[in-house]
């Protein structure tokens, strides 16, 4: 089993800066991604960042790309999303999942990942 827990969700400025933390505990061996994906009410989850077992691969969404770096300390065992340059339509709950993506095709399909955590709220003003 593994546990997630989400931190870094505030309220900002549109142009500003936040940087979300994930940290994992529990059984993460075997072969894995992680990502993070965010939720408005009423509409679907979407992947917004992902990053492969080693983080030698990463996944962008094309809202994000040029704004977005996902990266990982497995030392720390801790995911982060640094979120630059931020816009009022980034504002959602952001949550960080973790599972066993078989194919870089699938890495933003939600039901790859077994493990989620409670989710973080980013809330961006114009």
């Known amino acids: 089993q593994v546990q997630l827990e989400e931190s870094g969700g505030d309220s900002a400025q549109a142009g500003g800066s936040l940087r979300l933390s994930c940290v994992v505990s529990g059984n993460t061996s075997g072969r894995y991604s992680m990502a993070w994906f965010r939720q408005v009410p009423g509409k679907k989850r979407e992947g917004v960042a992902a990053?492969?077992?080693?983080?030698?691969?990463?996944y962008y969404a094309d809202s994000v790309k040029g704004r977005f770096t996902i990266f990982r300390d497995n030392a720390k065992n801790t995911l982060f999303l640094q979120m630059n340059s931020l816009k009022p339509e980034d504002t959602a709950m952001y949550y960080c999942?973790?599972?066993?993506?078989?194919?870089?095709?699938?890495?933003?399909?939600?039901?790859?990942?077994?493990?989620w955590g409670q989710g973080t709220q980013v809330t961006v003003s114009s």
């Open positions: 990053i492969s077992n080693t983080g030698g691969s990463t």
């Open positions: 999942a973790h599972g066993p993506v078989w194919h870089s095709t699938l890495i933003f399909r939600a039901r790859e990942y077994n493990n």
